[in-house]
């Protein structure tokens, strides 16, 4: 992850925003040498899907202009239902009898034509928890999906030359700026507008990954629908200003019962996890997103589990210069994660 090569840009396309960001080396670590962040008008991109795709593009170009970034090479990122990220248990085999069967052993697995997909994977360390068998990490994504985001790129006037999964990238981001230990089972938890990324990682091997259809839009419609306000000035209230006459106060209510909701996906998802991982173990929730921000959560959220809660804070070693880039870290630090992951990619990456 720290080679020295040439760096690519990360553009992490949300449903309700676009973020860029470029690293340099520095020392050890990293130093941002470019960011931005540009809003998408409202239902440009649905459950990971580009419906409006000039507004994409706009929102790429304004994005670019802002950062004021030369590099044309980005990398990308996709979540929803068109990605498939699994565990599988396999014979033991070498890599090239694993290359030549894993379309056949993917078709098992993944509910597309393998047709459709593009696929990629990694054997896990470990012994696959019996004899003469073991764990391969295998990712699918739909082709055309990939073609809608690398084409709003390419028609932003940029190069894609990675095409990666939000709940890796933010994992990419996690493993920069944190002492990842095997003994440690964390929940990387990301609260987009549309979807939330979990990905519960032990060191730095991924566990489990699953995306939810739920997200702070849902929050954002719900005090719409209460007070009669636009999706504009219900954000707003949400993110704690007042707005025509409603205060931040009225609408806590509100958001405590979506809260409620939300955390009901996050409870089947971890039963579900418990179901078929071999230990039941979560330690810690790191958090990013800009809908973690959202009243209440995160202390809902640790309540709720008996499991501490702290942010993901994606500039803890990579260092940001809030003077050059307009904005503070700490503003912008939990909605910069996947796009700082992705930054930390370079070209050739699998």
Not at 224 to 231: D, G, Y
Not at 321 to 329: E, L, N, R, T, W
Request: negative net charge.
């Amino acid at each position: 992850m720290f080679g020295r090569n040439k760096s690519i840009v990360g553009l992490d396309i949300g449903s309700s925003a676009v973020k860029v960001v470029e690293l340099k080396a520095a020392g050890k670590s990293f130093r941002v040498v470019a960011f931005a962040r540009e809003d998408m008008a409202p239902d440009s991109i649905v459950d990971g899907a580009i419906i409006d795709a000039a507004s994409a593009t706009d929102a790429i170009r304004r994005a670019f202009a802002r950062a004021g970034t030369k590099n044309r090479e980005v990398a990308a990122s996709l979540s929803g239902n068109a990605v498939i990220v699994k565990k599988i248990n396999l014979p033991q085999m070498t890599d090239v009898e694993l290359a030549e069967s894993i379309r056949w052993e993917a078709e098992q697995y993944i509910p597309f034509d393998v047709q459709d997909v593009n696929l990629d994977y990694q054997v896990l360390p470990g012994d696959g928890g019996g004899k003469n068998t073991m764990d391969v990490l295998l990712v699918a994504a739909k082709k055309d999906k990939i073609a809608d985001y690398t084409g709003v790129i390419t028609q932003a006037g940029r190069v894609p030359v990675v095409v990666d999964v939000d709940a890796f990238a933010v994992q990419n981001a996690f493993e920069a700026n944190y002492d990842t230990d095997p003994g440690v089972v964390t929940v990387l938890l990301n609260m987009g507008a549309s979807a939330i990324n979990m990905n519960i990682v032990s060191g730095a091997a991924s566990l489990f990954t699953r995306d939810m259809s739920i997200g702070g839009n849902a929050h954002t419609e719900a005090v719409q629908r209460e007070f009669n306000l636009t999706f504009e000035r219900a954000e707003q209230v949400k993110q704690g200003h007042a707005a025509d006459t409603v205060s931040a106060a009225d609408v806590l209510p509100v958001l405590k019962a979506v809260n409620e909701i939300v955390l009901l996906e996050i409870q089947k998802t971890f039963d579900f996890y418990r179901a078929t991982a071999p230990s039941d173990r979560l330690d810690r929730v790191m958090v990013c997103g800009g809908s973690a921000r959202v009243a209440g959560f995160t202390e809902a959220l640790a309540e709720r589990f008996g499991i501490p809660v702290e942010p993901l804070d994606p500039f803890r070693r990579i260092a940001f210069d809030a003077g050059k880039a307009g904005v503070s870290a700490e503003d912008v630090a939990p909605t910069a994660v996947v796009a700082v992951g992705l930054a930390l990619r370079r070209r050739g990456d699998r």
